[in-house]
């Protein structure tokens, strides 16, 4: 699949409804880095950004780079205060959506670099969705 800068997505994939609970975590962290889409291992450039909101299905961020829509991205979630933990998954960007001096980007996950780390997720989500 090819993707280029500036690609975006269609509003009626933007209206899906969720399959995932999605929370607002203020002190979670990610550092996100664009990947070779051939082989899913090169990294081209690294990011590290606030999450806006968070599910097993993917996040929200906010960056000051735009990125290429499908590109497939390696994901590092540092979950904050209390939490020694880094969570690592894989995933594409899914949608892009431009801000006045910003970039919302959306990563769905398409694979997590250990069962442990989506359980881990899974809990913390449930806690602060309580």
């Given at each position: 699949?090819?993707?280029?800068?500036?690609?975006?997505?269609?509003?009626?994939?933007?209206?899906?409804?969720?399959?995932?609970?999605?929370?607002?975590?203020?002190?979670?962290?990610?550092?996100?880095?664009?990947?070779?889409?051939?082989?899913?291992?090169?990294?081209?450039?690294?990011?590290?950004?606030?999450?806006?909101?968070?599910?097993?299905?993917?996040?929200?961020?906010?960056?000051?780079?735009?990125?290429?829509?499908?590109?497939?991205?390696?994901?590092?979630?540092?979950l904050g205060y209390g939490h020694d933990k880094v969570i690592k998954?894989?995933?594409?960007?899914?949608?892009?959506?431009?801000?006045?001096?910003?970039?919302?980007?959306?990563?769905?996950?398409?694979?997590?670099?250990?069962?442990?780390?989506?359980?881990?997720?899974?809990?913390?989500?449930?806690?602060?969705?309580?």
């Amino acid at each position: 699949m090819d993707f280029k800068i500036g690609d975006r997505m269609d509003n009626s994939v933007q209206e899906e409804k969720r399959k995932f609970k999605r929370v607002s975590i203020p002190d979670v962290k990610v550092n996100y880095k664009l990947l070779d889409p051939r082989t899913w291992s090169t990294y081209h450039e690294k990011f590290l950004n606030l999450v806006e909101n968070i599910s097993l299905g993917g996040l929200a961020v906010i960056g000051v780079t735009e990125m290429p829509l499908h590109a497939p991205v390696g994901v590092d979630i540092n979950l904050g205060y209390g939490h020694d933990k880094v969570i690592k998954a894989f995933g594409r960007v899914a949608w892009i959506k431009k801000q006045q001096d910003n970039y919302m980007l959306g990563i769905s996950f398409s694979w997590w670099k250990k069962e442990d780390d989506k359980k881990i997720l899974f809990n913390l989500i449930q806690k602060r969705s309580a």
